[in-house]
């Protein structure tokens, strides 16, 4: 298990940007395939971007397509999520997740990680 710590989110105005970290333990980090999830109230976690740790570039949710961008620091051991053009819609609780080493699964999908943050608020106003 890697222990991960989720920060940067806040509250921001529509048309705004945020960008959230996630600090993981151990050596492992750069073997892994890590992802961004969120959750509104009352609706499950779904999908929002992930990075496999064979590929330099991520993979997203059409719903944040062309404002989210994913990236990784194997050297920091962080993942990093960039989010412009806020929308109210994304206010949502993120979490940051992480795979077994060398795991050869989408990233799609919350059964694909098998540890997860404690989460981070981000709040949109209109």
């Known amino acids: 298990q890697v222990q991960l710590v989720e920060s940067g989110g806040g509250l921001v105005q529509a048309g705004g940007s945020l960008r959230l970290s996630c600090a993981a333990s151990g050596r492992t980090f750069s073997s892994r395939t890590m992802g961004w999830f969120r959750q509104a109230p009352g609706k499950e976690r779904e999908f929002v971007a992930t990075i496999t740790w064979s590929r330099i570039s991520g993979y997203y949710a059409d719903s944040v397509k062309g404002r989210f961008t994913i990236s990784r620091d194997n050297a920091k051991n962080t993942l990093y999520l960039q989010m412009n053009s806020l929308k109210p819609e994304d206010t949502a609780v993120y979490y940051c997740?992480?795979?077994?080493?060398?795991?050869?699964?989408?990233?799609?999908?919350?059964?694909?990680?098998?540890?997860w943050g404690q989460g981070t608020q981000v709040t949109v106003s209109s």
């Open positions: 997740a992480a795979s077994l080493a060398y795991y050869s699964g989408t990233g799609y999908f919350t059964s694909d990680f098998a540890s």
